[in-house]
């Protein structure tokens, strides 16, 4: 049996504190994602939640990440390489330039 690659973070919902569990890939992507709307990751789960999504939270954080990359894909406007290693770190739960929340 081969262990699970779900990594599990605290965000803060429109519910409280809680905690998810998301494919590195996805964490990444979330991470990507609130660099380019200059927001926190619990700002941008509270956002997905308020879309109405039906299912689940960790369904709703999966389909909107698709949903971005692919309407972004579709415009052919591209986004920034974010691939570039970055120093995240907490300051006082906010992202500063470069750093994130979601470490």
């Given at each position: 049996?081969?262990?699970?690659?779900?990594?599990?973070?605290n965000?803060?919902?429109?519910?409280?504190?809680?905690?998810?569990?998301?494919?590195?890939?996805?964490w990444?992507?979330?991470r990507?994602i609130?660099?380019?709307?200059?927001?926190?990751?619990?700002?941008?789960?509270?956002r997905?939640?308020?879309?109405?999504?039906?299912?689940?939270?960790?369904?709703?954080?999966?389909?909107h990440?698709?949903n971005?990359?692919?309407?972004?894909?579709?415009s052919?406007?591209?986004?920034?390489?974010?691939?570039?290693?970055?120093?995240?770190?907490?300051?006082?739960?906010?992202?500063?330039?470069?750093?994130?929340?979601?470490?």
């Amino acid at each position: 049996m081969t262990a699970s690659r779900l990594i599990n973070r605290n965000v803060i919902a429109k519910s409280g504190r809680t905690s998810m569990r998301l494919e590195p890939e996805l964490w990444d992507a979330l991470r990507e994602i609130c660099l380019l709307e200059t927001i926190t990751l619990s700002d941008l789960v509270q956002r997905i939640e308020r879309e109405g999504h039906p299912g689940g939270r960790t369904s709703a954080i999966r389909v909107h990440v698709v949903n971005y990359f692919r309407k972004i894909a579709r415009s052919g406007g591209g986004i920034p390489d974010l691939r570039k290693p970055a120093s995240w770190r907490r300051t006082r739960g906010q992202p500063t330039a470069g750093v994130s929340a979601i470490a």
